[in-house]
């Protein structure tokens, strides 16, 4: 089993729709959780932290299920802008520091008019 | 201010030479992180410096790759007799320390003719 796995879609939706990406990873020792997003031919910037109570972030919801080493993004309202790659992303467990990263392949998505 | 840079963007090397890249991390942050990303794939973790020392290295793909952080700021990766297999970007990234978030650097993209 990967470390980090994530449908890579892509994910074509029009404006205004919700979408949601979906990972799971299988070191349940790992204490931290991310997305991130990457640009085509850009460097990954981290989109949000994701809590396991759940955070919210504008438009965006991130939600960590522990139990089921699940990791979800909702994304409300799709901007043009949101176009990118979504990674997912855990940490390798350095007794809760972020240490070295472990990403997914990434979804990408497809925001189109 | 200034973000992580790396140098050069781009480097085209023919098979078996030796390469060199360099990462210039944000002034202040004390870790230091080497990926590599390939198309397709999510960015792959290869070492991690905390101050000048490498606290782990285990990503590192074999003894033709090596990385030093001499004064505990800039840091270089070094690559002996490449191969067609190490193509990729490589991407830097710092964070003021292990539990902060990381920022990534532009990448450097290797090209092993």
């Known amino acids: 089993r990967k470390e980090v796995e994530q449908d890579p879609g892509p994910f074509n939706v029009p404006e205004g729709a919700t979408v949601a990406f979906n990972c799971t990873y299988s070191?349940?020792?790992?204490?931290?959780f991310f997305w991130y997003r990457q640009d085509c031919r850009k460097e990954p910037k981290l989109l949000m932290s994701?809590?396991?109570s759940g955070n919210e972030d504008g438009r965006f919801t991130a939600q960590l299920n522990r139990a089921s080493q699940y990791i979800s993004l909702l994304i409300r309202d799709s901007k043009l802008s949101d176009s990118a790659t979504y990674l997912c992303v855990v940490n390798k467990d350095y007794g809760g520091s972020q240490g070295n990263l472990i990403f997914g392949k990434g979804t990408k998505l497809s925001v189109k008019p | 201010g200034a973000g992580v840079s790396q140098t050069p963007s781009n480097k085209v090397t023919e098979k078996g030479k030796y390469v060199e890249l360099r990462c210039d991390p944000i002034?202040?942050?004390?870790?230091l992180y080497w990926y590599r990303q390939s198309l397709g794939q999510g960015p792959e973790f290869l070492i991690y410096?905390?101050?000048?020392?490498?606290?782990?290295d285990s990503g590192l793909p074999n003894d033709r790759f090596f990385a030093v952080r001499p004064e505990g700021s800039v840091s270089t990766l070094k690559i002996q007799r490449t191969e067609r297999g190490d193509s990729a970007v490589y991407l830097c990234?710092?964070?003021?320390?292990?539990?902060?978030?990381?920022?990534f650097g532009p990448g450097t993209r290797l090209t092993v003719l």
């Open positions: 994701v809590y396991s």
């Open positions: 070191n349940s020792a790992s204490q931290s």
């Open positions: 002034s202040g942050h004390t870790a």
């Open positions: 990234a710092s964070s003021l320390n292990p539990n902060n978030e990381q920022f």
């Open positions: 410096f905390q101050g000048t020392g490498a606290a782990d």
